[in-house]
Structure formats: structure tokens, C-alpha cells
């Protein structure tokens, strides 16, 4: 049984760009997560999802950020316009059910903006 | 507002022993805590989950225990190993919003052979 698949492991970008990250959860698993890792800090809750639905999306930032979980494929989280504080960690999860259920954590996509 | 502390920050220890990580919360009120452990460059592997109707939970080598009343939880790892070098991260669901985990900045673990 397959974990929590993230792609790119690792991405550079140019300030500027667009940096997109993909995240299928664990087989039966319909409650996607996202955090950041920024260095030397904790992880913070970005967003919430279940398919076709943001659930709760009050660790996004106000611009720049949005993530969807589209009825058939992975979940994306999608930067815009990338600026050097992007550069970070970003780990997917998911949960079989939602509200304090197990998370299982992908192996994390790191971000480096140059 | 929700805020976890790990104590200690780091920990070095020689091979066999027995040790305890701690873990405590502003706000009592949690519903469910998690215990990870996160290798460099690596992601979160889960693992022990104490629900809310529980008091402890273990897992081969690894207890941890949650007094809700005080919000305070600890993780206690016996006959420690080399392999057992991680950094260590206790994370709650808060009572109020119980589908966002909320991170302390974790216990860095070496364990010396």
C-alpha cells in the first residue's frame, strides 16, 4: 500500500515564476493536507481539502497561493510569482477520515527560489 | 492560540538508555496528539496517536502518554539505538479546530553507539 506520493522531491525556481506540487494521498484516503517547513521553524497547516472542496484554508497566504483536489487526480498546490521566501518545505498528508484521524505525511517537496 | 513546547530542545544520549521527551500545550483543550519522527530531508513518519478517549499508547519500544488535564504529553523511548537519531515532533488537534495539527519545533535525538 503505496504512502503519500509528493512530486517534484525538489524544485528551483527563478523569483518570478510559478512552482506547482503534486500530491496523491494514500489509497482510500479522500482528506489532503499541506504544511510548510520554512528553515528552522515548525511546521505550520496551510490548507484542508477533501475532493473538489477546500475545507479550510486559513494557513494559505492571502496572494500567491492556492491548492485544489480535483475529483480525479493528485492534489496541487500551485505558488505564483515565487519570491525567496517561498523557499522551503512542503508536505502533503492525508487522512482516511477527518477531525483527529492518523496523518500520514508524504516525503515533502523542497522549494528553493533563486 | 495553540502553542506547543518540546523540551529539550536536543538530546544526546549513549546507546541502551532509556529517555523521555516531553511535550506540552498552551491550551489544554486538545482532542487527539500525535508523536512523529522526521529524519533529515526526510518526511513525517506517524508514530503513536493517542485519542481523546485514551491515555497512552505503545508501539514496541515507544510509550507515550497524555494528561489532557494539563495539557502535557510524553514520549518514552527504552533501550535506545543509533538508529533512533531523529528529530522528534509531538503535534495536537486542538478542541477547536480539530482537522489542523499543530507542531512544536521538536527534540533533535542522537543516540552514540
Known amino acids: 500500500n503505496a504512502g503519500v506520493m509528493q512530486n517534484p522531491r525538489h524544485l528551483v525556481r527563478r523569483r518570478g515564476q510559478e512552482a506547482r506540487l503534486r500530491c496523491s494521498p494514500m489509497?482510500?484516503?479522500?482528506?489532503v493536507y499541506w504544511y510548510r517547513q520554512l528553515p528552522e521553524e515548525g511546521l505550520k497547516f496551510m490548507v484542508y481539502l477533501q475532493k473538489e472542496n477546500i475545507i479550510d484554508e486559513s494557513g494559505m497566504p492571502k496572494e500567491r497561493f492556492s491548492a485544489e483536489f480535483p475529483k480525479e487526480g493528485p492534489s496541487i498546490l500551485r505558488i505564483q510569482q515565487v519570491v525567496r521566501g517561498d523557499s522551503a518545505a512542503y508536505f502533503c498528508?492525508?487522512?482516511?477520515?477527518?477531525?483527529?484521524?492518523?496523518?500520514?505525511f508524504g516525503e515533502g517537496s523542497w522549494l528553493t527560489v533563486v | 492560540k495553540q502553542e506547543v513546547t518540546q523540551i529539550p530542545a536536543a538530546l544526546s544520549v549513549p546507546e541502551g538508555e532509556n529517555l523521555v521527551l516531553n511535550c506540552s500545550f498552551t491550551?489544554?483543550?486538545?482532542?487527539?496528539l500525535q508523536w512523529f519522527r522526521q529524519d533529515p530531508g526526510k518526511g513525517l513518519t506517524s508514530l503513536l496517536l493517542i485519542q481523546s478517549s485514551q491515555r497512552e499508547q505503545t508501539s514496541g519500544r515507544l510509550n507515550a502518554s497524555l494528561d489532557k488535564s494539563s495539557g502535557r504529553s510524553t514520549l518514552y523511548i527504552a533501550a535506545s539505538q543509533p538508529g533512533d537519531s531523529a528529530t522528534y515532533l509531538c503535534a495536537g488537534f486542538p478542541m477547536e479546530y480539530g482537522n489542523k495539527l499543530v507542531f512544536g519545533a521538536g527534540t533533535i535525538l542522537r543516540v552514540k553507539s
Open positions: 489509497k482510500g484516503h479522500s482528506h
Open positions: 491550551d489544554s483543550a486538545i482532542y487527539n
Open positions: 498528508a492525508s487522512s482516511l477520515q477527518g477531525y483527529g484521524n492518523t496523518i500520514y
